[in-house]
């Protein structure tokens, strides 16, 4: 198998067709497809590198603009924060470090180097993959659970903390793994592959469908869980609000809560459906194209042809990440953001139930995302709770920020 051929996916062995014995052959050389390959990756790690430190950039200047308390910044911003830290990883040691690896054809940097490279390698899909399940966990207890959210300070660190560690867990057989290999040519030729640790086939086999597993299927079944759960809440929480308003008085209070769940379920459903099919696409080609040379075998020419075509899938998420919760959750147009401002100054200035005033200084200065979980919260105390317990909590509310104004 032609080493300047490969994109080293995962696991994959690169000496699996070269016997161990001295040839006459010359060692591989860069060739265009390679050179190709590099240009690609190194656009693309230049891409993704920008884009998600634009976004730890936003995410800084959201906390410092908005005054976030500490509760709030240790909630989905955190999230997003390691989500862009893993991405980076991902940029620097998958994209960035291919793109070099793919130039020089072979390994030049030893043994040791050889292993730590496939480990971060590995560690960084594991850590972007793992805070994305968390970000939809987060999304579903902060909407079905409010009080369970893993938002608060000491939740999310702890959650944060584990993703980092079980990463590094999941890495750690690409140390044992993986080793630097002396090739059979002319030329002193020396590559980082899995050749020779595997003595039997289904052990390679067994460590694909662990990789897979753990990085694509548990992710991918959790994601589709949460959120579609997400939003089957919400809509039950608008059902249940319309049939409230329906047999009672219609309040401007009612009126907004009623605006706003409605434009949380709407963003609740695009970004379930954004998020979950990014995933899929930019994996689905990766695993497939996985479990076909481990599996199947095929000859290497079909390889070949695999490789060429999904050979940036899969790490390029990283890319795209940022800027599907860079336009959901940071980036703001402020013509809308002053619009809503100046309308809750004016709206509180001509205020003439404390209700009405409650509501715009409790609204006022919260995320969306804070906005969503309080208004869910209302619906859900509402629905469990037949003794107005949760319009105990809206007059509680109303008699601080009447007495605060």
């Known amino acids: 198998m032609n080493c300047s051929e490969l994109i080293y996916i995962a696991n994959l062995s690169l000496f699996d067709n070269i016997s161990r014995e001295p040839c006459l052959q010359h060692a591989p050389q860069l060739t265009s497809s390679a050179s190709s390959r590099a240009i690609i990756l190194a656009i693309l790690a230049v891409l993704s590198f920008v884009g998600n430190v634009l976004t730890i950039i936003s995410i800084r200047k959201n906390r410092v603009h908005r005054g976030l308390r500490q509760h709030s910044w240790n909630?989905?911003?955190?999230l997003i924060l390691h989500l862009s830290v893993a991405d980076l990883f991902v940029t620097v040691f998958c994209l960035a470090?291919?793109?070099v690896?793919?130039?020089?054809?072979?390994?030049l940097w030893g043994n040791m180097s050889c292993k730590l490279f496939k480990f971060l390698q590995m560690f960084s899909l594991y850590l972007s993959t793992f805070i994305l399940v968390l970000i939809g966990i987060d999304r579903f207890l902060a909407v079905r659970y409010p009080m369970k959210s893993i938002s608060t300070s000491s939740r999310?660190?702890?959650?944060?903390?584990?993703a980092w560690i079980l990463s590094a867990l999941c890495s750690l057989p690409q140390m044992v793994i993986f080793h630097i290999e002396k090739g059979p040519f002319i030329e002193d030729f020396y590559q980082c592959v899995t050749y020779g640790f595997y003595t039997e086939p289904w052990q390679e086999q067994l460590y694909s469908c662990f990789s897979l597993f753990f990085m694509f299927i548990c992710p991918l079944l959790i994601l589709v869980t949460t959120y579609v759960s997400t939003f089957l809440t919400i809509s039950r929480s608008d059902r249940m609000f319309k049939s409230e308003v329906r047999n009672s008085f219609h309040t401007h209070f009612d009126n907004n809560r009623r605006r706003l769940i409605h434009r949380a379920k709407m963003k609740s459903l695009r970004i379930s459906i954004v998020?979950?099919?990014a995933f899929v696409i930019w994996w689905t080609p990766?695993?497939?194209?996985l479990i076909i040379i481990m599996f199947i075998k095929p000859d290497e020419e079909v390889v070949q042809e695999l490789l060429r075509v999904i050979f940036f899938f899969g790490m390029s998420n990283s890319l795209v990440n940022p800027l599907i919760y860079g336009a959901f959750h940071l980036w703001k147009p402020k013509k809308h953001s002053s619009q809503n401002n100046n309308s809750s100054f004016r709206d509180r200035s001509q205020a003439s139930t404390p209700n009405h005033k409650s509501f715009r200084t409790y609204s006022m200065g919260q995320s969306r995302r804070e906005e969503?979980?309080?208004?869910?919260?209302?619906?859900?105390e509402t629905s469990r709770n037949g003794n107005g317990y949760s319009h105990r909590i809206v007059r509680t509310n109303t008699m601080?920020?009447?007495r605060s104004s």
């Open 75 to 78: 909630g989905v911003y955190t």
């Open 97 to 99: 470090g291919e793109a």
């Open 101 to 107: 690896w793919s130039y020089t054809v072979e390994w």
């Open 156 to 162: 999310c660190c702890k959650f944060v903390i584990g």
């Open 275 to 277: 998020i979950v099919a």
């Open 286 to 289: 990766y695993y497939t194209t």
């Open 372 to 380: 969503e979980t309080q208004l869910v919260l209302l619906e859900n």
């Open 400 to 402: 601080r920020s009447y």
